[in-house]
């Protein structure tokens, strides 16, 4: 039996139920977050090449994506999905952060065509022994302006996610039951 890691050139129909398609996207996000903490905890004892900051932007857009995988797979949560969306600044946050580096422009952001995800000097951290450089990412929101940890921000996005897979999960294993019934 072959396994079967997305894509549509065969007919992964017969391989996974539709409904579980996204499962595989999902696992790509659990393992590109473990790779953010990675670049995290480095981030603590030195500065981060631009390798780092491609991994933690593939992580964006990997958390980003699976929107598109559970869409598509399962039609019946669409609503949910753009109530997640639109709920929460961070999940708008990560869509700019995914298509804002997929696109040279962002002209139809969420929040911020115009977003900044920058490294600063904080000298106060030398004070008490941490790294001075910190990574942030930085949205315009009205006349305020909200600056985040980018690794804060990549937690809460996961955090989102991972709350609404168990709820999914969950909705998905009482509807098993009931037409078991």
């Given at each position: ?31 590109w ?28 857009q ?29 999940m ?17 952001a ?70 078991q019934?």
């Amino acid at each position: 039996m072959p396994e079967w890691f997305g894509g549509s050139t065969l007919n992964p129909d017969m391989i996974m139920p539709r409904a579980d398609q996204w499962k595989p996207q999902w696992d790509r996000v659990l393992r590109w977050y473990g790779r953010m903490n990675q670049v995290r905890i480095k981030c603590q004892r030195s500065a981060l090449d631009m390798s780092d900051i491609d991994l933690v932007i593939a992580f964006f857009q990997n958390c980003y994506h699976l929107r598109d995988w559970i869409q598509s797979c399962r039609p019946d949560c669409h609503e949910k999905i753009d109530a997640l969306f639109a709920d929460n600044f961070e999940m708008a946050g990560c869509r700019d952060l995914c298509n804002g580096f997929k696109h040279k422009a962002l002209t139809r952001a969420s929040l911020d065509s115009d977003f900044n995800l920058y490294r600063e000097y904080n000298h106060f951290a030398v004070e008490v022994g941490q790294n001075p450089i910190q990574y942030s990412v930085a949205f315009a929101d009205g006349d305020d302006l909200r600056k985040y940890d980018l690794f804060d921000f990549g937690e809460r996005c996961f955090r989102l996610w991972d709350k609404f897979i168990l709820e999914l999960d969950a909705r998905s294993a009482s509807e098993r039951k009931r037409s078991q019934s």
